[in-house]
């Protein structure tokens, strides 16, 4: 539409993922306003960047593959800033990785607040990709359902219709015993959903993250139930920011599962507060990922490569040197020409085409789109030598301006379900 004040319904669902960043920064420090002001008109131009800011000030500038970032700080540089006179810093490029898990805690994990008043038991639990992917296409949602005694139009649909026992032809006391097995099916449906939806508290991060915050406990007592639902606010805001900032690298987190296995409070509300609750409830998050064996997730391109069938060598060579797998070869019939598919590591995918066009003479041509994420072979708290933490995790930690070394798991727990004790009044 031409139309200026025209906005969309609902946000668009894209099959892209922004996995290739790099950092900018303006070269005088009082240009940052003209660069803020810089990115929010790009992000109107292309809705495919992310523009975030990390809590070291750095600003992150996301895309989905080395060219699209590329083109998209050339834009930022030389035409909306232009005019402003602003010379940018811009980093080198880095692929945005995944925090996971690959088992599930066996024991739930402890943390006491700062006063010691309140302890707080969660524990983590792997979720499929499939799963995760569902999450992230609005597919598997928790939402505000029906009471028991409210039937929707489909419902009624199923439960009675008035020309079905004589299309069938049965009789109207089959019929009415088919509708009442009907209804308490969908009774028994609608009470299985209603229960599901409640024990959902959030996704995350965002609305629509692979990631998923469970209440677990027992609701058997009331005044526990009312106080969970008291500091239910203050969990999700913990959740939402664990997600967001995993304990390995402080990348997102995916498919992880998050349960609330138990909760024991002060009396006095004063006592339990979001002060208290709010880092209680990170430090167990990230106590719980890192007892659940953390793992490491790279972003994997799908490569389409037409080449030449004498430079079909020389392709498969130039993706065995970079990780990439072979996984479905097409010749076309009359010619010459092969289809290739594979998959490739983003990591490996820098300077990607001008290395297949080198190494096949300009005989073969590539594009990539993203496909899934891999976990990463290596565990990142085996001991040294870790190579997984040499190469990717402790370079990214530095950038972000963090301690090199991952934190002990110590620090974030204070033991484990039915070891510790809380100082309750």
């Known amino acids: 539409t031409t139309c200026n004040e025209a906005w969309p319904i609902r946000e668009m669902m894209r099959s892209t993922s922004a996995v290739v960043r790099c950092a900018v920064a303006p070269l005088h420090p009082a240009n940052l306003p003209k660069v803020m002001e810089a990115l929010r008109d790009l992000k109107h131009l292309d809705r495919l960047v992310v523009v975030n800011i990390e809590e070291s000030g750095q600003i992150n500038v996301s895309g989905v593959s080395q060219l699209h970032v590329e083109s998209v700080v050339q834009k930022l540089r030389y035409e909306i800033l232009s005019a402003k006179e602003c010379p940018l810093q811009v980093s080198d490029l880095v692929v945005s990785y995944k925090e996971t898990v690959a088992c599930a805690t066996r024991r739930a994990c402890v943390s006491l607040s700062p006063n010691k008043a309140n302890s707080l038991s969660f524990m983590a639990t792997p979720i499929s990709e499939f799963v995760s992917k569902q999450m992230e296409c609005g597919e598997i949602t928790f939402r505000e359902t029906p009471e028991d005694g409210d039937v929707s139009s489909d419902d009624e649909d199923l439960v009675y219709s008035p020309d079905s026992p004589l299309k069938m032809r049965k009789s109207v006391d089959a019929g009415m015993k088919d509708r009442q097995l009907r209804l308490a099916q969908v009774s028994l449906a609608k009470r299985i959903e209603m229960e599901t939806a409640r024990k959902v508290w959030a996704f995350g991060p965002g609305t629509r993250g692979p990631n998923i915050l469970l209440d677990a406990t027992s609701s058997h007592c009331a005044s526990k139930s009312s106080a969970l639902n008291e500091i239910k606010d203050s969990i999700v805001a913990s959740f939402a920011w664990v997600t967001k900032e995993g304990v390995l690298c402080e990348e997102n987190m995916r498919g992880i599962g998050i349960k609330i296995v138990d909760v024991a409070l002060h009396n006095d509300s004063f006592h339990r507060g979001t002060g208290q609750i709010l880092p209680t409830a990170r430090r167990v998050m990230y106590a719980a990922q890192m007892v659940s064996s953390p793992r490491l997730m790279e972003p994997i391109y799908l490569v389409d490569i037409m080449c030449s069938e004498e430079s079909l060598d020389d392709v498969e060579q130039c993706l065995e040197s970079r990780r990439g797998e072979v996984f479905e070869e097409i010749a076309r019939d009359g010619t010459v020409l092969r289809y290739l598919k594979a998959y490739l590591p983003v990591t490996e995918s820098i300077d990607f ?31 040294a030598p870790n190579a997984l933490l040499d190469s990717i995790i402790t370079p990214l930690r530095i950038s972000k301006g963090l301690p090199p070394d991952i934190p002990k798991v110590k620090r974030y727990m204070d033991g484990f379900q039915g070891e510790v004790s809380t100082f309750v009044t």
Do not use: K, N, S
């Open 353 to 383: 085409h001008e290395h297949l066009r080198q190494q096949t003479h300009g005989q073969a041509f590539a594009h990539c789109i993203f496909d899934h994420w891999r976990l990463v072979d290596g565990d990142p708290l085996a001991p």
